[in-house]
């Protein structure tokens, strides 16, 4: 069946740090991807998104890079503060279905 | 209003109560869907609106759940017989367009049920 998932539950790193959340997904079909960021008491807030057709698209201080090879996506934020500390989630939306299916999430930690 | 509402933002019933949670998207958006996310997990599609299209209810995960959307703008999600495996967040999302644009959240309404 289709799914998508993380690879890590928590992560934890220095402030200062690069963060690398990474993001397993089974559908090759799939050909939309975003990561949403979720702090406590709140609804996801949309971070970065990717389509099928691109391997890389950067924003502020975050990167996407998408491997459709090996169905993998990875969100990279540089220099991370205390302010990114949240639970993470990858989506995937397949054509025109608008159904986003969610990975479990993974909880980003920042040690000042 | 300038993002997703959602009201109540917390709700507490009894076990065989029926429940109204309500969602008011962003203006002009035309895509209106419905989450449910239990503690420490991802997010589970529920139903999708879509203008005058029938709903997309496949994520309903039984016949006591319901949603309607009125005028193409508000949608009421109805639990009918809450139990207590109903309890969670529900997250409201809009989108502007056709199914490929970011759809934007609300703050959730937190379901107990007792």
């Known amino acids: 069946g289709e799914s998508v998932g993380l690879h890590l539950p928590t992560l934890s790193v220095q402030e200062g740090d690069n963060s690398i959340i990474n993001c397993a997904y089974s559908n090759s079909a799939s050909d939309y991807f975003i990561w949403y960021k979720q702090e406590s008491g709140k609804g996801p807030q949309f971070i970065i998104d990717?389509?099928?057709?691109?391997d890389k698209r950067q924003g502020q201080r975050v990167t996407v890079l998408l491997n459709k090879t090996v169905k993998h996506l990875s969100l990279q934020i540089a220099a991370t503060q205390p302010g990114d500390s949240a639970v993470y989630f990858c989506?995937?939306?397949?054509?025109?279905?608008?159904?986003?299916?969610f990975g479990q999430g993974t909880t980003l930690q920042v040690k000042p | 209003g300038a993002g997703v509402s959602q009201s109540p933002s917390n709700k507490v019933t009894e076990k065989g109560k029926d429940v109204e949670l309500r969602c008011d998207p962003i203006?002009?958006?035309?895509?209106l869907y419905w989450y449910r996310q239990s503690l420490g997990q991802g997010l589970e599609f529920l139903i999708y609106f879509q203008g005058n299209s029938a709903p997309d209810k496949s994520g309903l995960p039984s016949d006591r759940f319901s949603a309607e959307r009125t005028g193409g703008s508000v949608s009421t999600l109805t639990i009918q017989r809450t139990q207590q495996e109903d309890s969670a967040v529900y997250l409201c999302a809009s989108e502007y367009a056709d199914r490929t644009d970011t759809q934007y959240f609300g703050p959730g309404t937190r379901l107990t049920v007792l």
């Open positions: 990717i389509r099928s057709n691109m």
């Open positions: 989506a995937e939306n397949m054509g025109n279905t608008g159904k986003l299916i």
């Open positions: 203006s002009g958006h035309t895509a």
